[in-house]
């Protein structure tokens, strides 16, 4: 059994029909690629993902556990992190204090620093900035430290919204570094973004969702040599 | 943002004419005439012409600071001509009335303060042809003693500023300072500082120079001495915090004895308010859920106290205070917890409207005659009996400070220890944003019902006390303005900042009930003092550090985008 399995779900806002049936499986330790144009409902599948809402049909399974059955902060004990679009960090706490905010629910005071000096190694921008105020960060910045507070609750799958949105190309590519060594660390990824190149580079698999619906799933390599991803989302001719 | 280095003329013309519009419009409601009761310096300086004062020293002080870097000439001339502008509309509101009385048109009929009263107090008693002249000089020279502490060195200002705060603040509450001096050292006590409920002038100068004294050596030294604090090792530390603390609670213990019946009574009442803002700061300051209708918790615990304890025809079981007390806490609690359920999914501006809501609706059922069998409906419930400890009967208002006291500091102390737990932080996260602290696995539901209920159980031990004390409770009691002032206290004091709720309560409770006049004019000032804090000092009297730094980081937000 997959770690994730997403089992033909619906959601609606209102009348909006913005899920119609979208299935993909993430297995433990891949990192999974979801692609896909503004408005085509990756957000909202990352959102049915982590309870924030319930689809009105299908399932999601994390674990062999349904995620409907539970509130979406209990699933953060049960393994699962989100980034959100935008990043959602407290902008006016400091660095170390989001930080700490991000190991909530656990209590064991030696693993949580450990994990913490942990973070700061993988992004040592942050490490320099422990006492900033995060809201006075860049917006580089503030993404290592969206993605930095997901691991300080020892998630096993980590979802990340559009990581590399509104940044420059080599932040972009540090950040998707990144994400390939917090995987091999034994994370599992599910990366939504619009910037296919780099999302299919470090991916092992990805799916493709148009207008609600997956349209295309393989795995990454044959992904890249497809002449539709090339024309819609690579921007090759 | 924008700095603007020159000073146009029509800016000139604003400040100066909003300086004189603040006059007429204080003459106008009959607050120069009221505070010109109430002498600050005997026989120099009343209330009443600081506030025809202050004005062209702002105005002039404003006009100079707009156009500093035009050099001092221009500095000086805008300062008094800010002053001289200030001067003209309490000029023309004067011979208005004049005129008006001469034509025999009765404005008073619509400005029952346009009186021959307000024409003394702005011609200084010398008759219309000298006094105006007066007034336009003093005005024009307040002004340029506006623009004069401009151009003075910040410390030196700010030294100034100090030691006139003192005096007037001294000078305000003379009287209370007589019936303290009488009660500690008799009768005839006070009469060498203070005459006729003013300070006599000499004793006002060395005020002045002792205050501002200590003020610029704390500017000079104030650096050094905390630094050295700073570097002393943890024992002195620790030494002086004690120390400080235990003063400050024989202070308190003592406070009764020191201040008289009177005045206890005032702290008492200050006591309760400041019960209540504990409480509330927990859901506002604490939580970032803005309530208004914290007076329902208030009025459930006093309803329940009254219901349960009182002797009268009303009375249900005829309790005992202290079997009571609890009850009264637990179901302020339960109506917290309840209301909390429908508005749990409302945020912000919608959760102020909603609790808005459940404070009238807690008043009108008061009210009804449909619980009228009950709890009396606009008679209210009488006879409720007073508290006993032993043989001790809690009558007087000093034992009801202590018993508030007492009441303060279990609150303080759950307070402190929620704000530094597991539970504080969850608030806190709550409170800068509610999405995210759910994604760090934060119940918000949860920790929403927690604040209201937590918050809700002081409002209800206020209730059972106030109950108690005043012996009788009416639904008129429980307004809109109970929930106004203990909001109104949490924001002046300095959110979430537990020294600034005993500030904030000073200075919105007690004053006004040592000063009668500012109670008639409570709800302007309050008006005035809130939107002058969110100008001059958003982060409140005495804030907490974390609040200080959320609104710089705001100041610093705002100044990028710029
Ligand atoms: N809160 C909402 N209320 C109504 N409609 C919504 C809401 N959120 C999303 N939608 C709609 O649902 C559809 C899918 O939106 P979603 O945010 O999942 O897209 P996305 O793939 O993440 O797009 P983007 O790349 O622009 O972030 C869109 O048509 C959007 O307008
Ligand atoms: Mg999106």
Same mark, same amino acid.
């Not at chain 2, 008129?476 to 307004?479: M, Y």
């Given at each position: 059994m997959a770690l994730l399995e997403v089992d033909n779900i619906h959601a609606y806002y209102g009348k909006i029909h913005a899920l119609k049936g979208v299935s993909l499986t993430v297995e433990k330790g891949e990192v999974v690629s979801l692609i896909g144009g503004n408005g085509a409902g990756k957000t909202t599948t990352l959102r049915c993902i982590s309870g924030l809402i319930k689809p009105t049909d299908g399932s999601v399974t994390f674990d062999d556990d349904v995620v409907a059955d539970y509130a979406a902060h209990e699933l953060v004990p049960m393994g699962i992190a989100m980034v959100p679009e935008g990043r959602g960090i407290f902008s006016k706490l400091t660095v170390q204090e989001n930080m700490e905010m991000g190991a909530f629910y656990r209590n064991d005071k030696e693993g949580i620093k450990q994990d913490m000096e942990h973070g700061y190694h993988i992004f040592p921008r942050l490490a320099e900035r422990r006492t900033q105020i995060a809201g006075t960060m860049s917006g580089g910045e503030q993404q290592m430290l969206a993605m930095a507070r997901a691991l300080m609750s020892k998630p096993r799958l980590l979802l990340l919204d559009e990581p590399s949105m509104g940044l420059a190309p080599v932040l972009v590519e540090l950040i998707f570094d990144t994400i390939r060594d917090i995987n091999q660390q034994g994370v599992t990824v599910l990366l939504v973004e619009q910037n296919a190149h780099m999302a299919l580079q470090i991916a092992n698999r990805g799916y493709v969702l148009q207008t609600g619906e997956i349209i295309l799933s393989d795995n990454a390599a044959s992904l890249r040599k497809d002449p539709m991803v090339q024309k819609a989302y690579l921007g090759i001719d | 943002m924008n700095h603007t280095s020159s000073l146009s003329w029509r800016s000139l013309l604003n400040i100066g004419l909003l300086a004189g519009l603040a006059i007429v419009y204080t003459g106008l409601i009959g607050m120069i005439q009221v505070f010109s009761e109430r002498g600050i310096i005997a026989g120099v300086l009343t209330m009443g012409q600081i506030m025809i004062f202050l004005p062209p020293l702002v105005a002039g002080y404003m006009a100079a600071r707009r156009s500093r870097e035009q050099g001092a000439g221009r500095m000086i001339l805008n300062a008094g001509l800010a002053g001289l502008i200030a001067a003209v509309l309490p000029v023309i509101l004067v011979l208005l009335i004049r005129q008006l009385d001469v034509m025999g048109v009765d404005i008073r009929s619509m400005f029952v303060n346009a009186s021959k009263a307000l024409i003394d107090h702005l011609t200084f008693e010398r008759g219309i042809g000298p006094g105006l002249a007066m007034l336009v000089g003093f005005m024009t020279a307040l002004g340029l003693a506006g623009g004069a502490l401009m151009a003075l060195p910040e410390r030196i200002r700010q030294t100034l500023i100090t030691g006139t705060t003192w005096v007037i603040g001294i000078g305000l509450l003379s009287e209370f300072m007589i019936q303290i001096l009488r009660n500690l050292f008799g009768n005839q006590a006070g009469r060498s500082i203070f005459q006729a409920g003013a300070l006599k002038p000499i004793p006002a100068l060395i005020i002045f120079i002792v205050t501002a004294g200590i003020y610029y050596f704390w500017q000079l030294q104030g650096a050094n001495i905390r630094a050295r604090y700073a570097r002393s090792g943890e024992g002195t530390k620790q030494t002086f915090q004690r120390t400080s603390v235990g003063l400050l609670g024989i202070l308190l213990l003592m406070l009764p004895w020191i201040v008289g019946t009177f005045l206890s009574e005032v702290l008492a009442n200050v006591g309760l308010y400041v019960l209540m803002a504990l409480g509330l700061n927990i859901a506002v300051g604490l939580a970032g859920l803005l309530d208004l209708g914290y007076v329902t918790n208030f009025a459930v615990g006093a309803y329940v106290m009254g219901a349960l304890t009182s002797t009268g025809p009303l009375g249900l079981a005829e309790l005992n205070f202290w079997i009571v007390l609890p009850i009264s806490v637990l179901a302020a609690m339960t109506t917290g917890f309840l209301l909390a359920l429908p508005v749990l999914r409302m945020r912000g501006d919608y959760l102020a409207i909603a609790t808005l809501g459940f404070g009238e609706i807690i008043r009108l059922l008061a009210l009804s005659d449909w619980l009228a069998p009950y709890? /009396? /409906?606009?008679q209210g419930i009488l006879f409720i009996p007073k508290p006993h400890i032993g043989s001790l009967t809690i009558d007087t208002p000093e034992t009801f400070y202590y018993l508030i006291l007492a009441a303060c500091f279990i609150m303080l102390f759950i307070s402190i220890r929620l704000n530094n737990s597991r539970t504080g932080r969850q608030w806190m996260a709550m409170r800068e944003d509610e999405d995210a602290a759910g994604a760090m696995g934060i119940d918000t539901t949860l920790a929403k019902l927690l604040a209201f209920t937590l918050s809700a159980a002081s409002g209800g031990l206020a209730g059972a006390i106030f109950a108690s004390k005043l012996g009788a409770i009416f639904p008129? @009691?429980? @307004?809109l303005l109970i929930s106004i002032n203990v909001l109104s206290i949490i924001i002046v004091g300095g959110m979430g900042s537990i020294p600034g709720i005993v500030v904030g309560a000073l200075a919105l409770i007690g004053l006004p009930e040592l000063l009668r006049e500012f109670s008639d004019y409570r709800l302007l000032l309050y008006g005035a003092l809130l939107i002058i804090m969110m100008l001059v000092r958003p982060e409140g009297l005495w804030p907490s550090a974390v609040r200080r730094r959320e609104l710089q980081s705001d100041a610093a937000e705002a100044a990028a985008a710029d």
């Open positions: - | 709890i /009396g /409906g606009a008129h @009691s429980f @307004s």
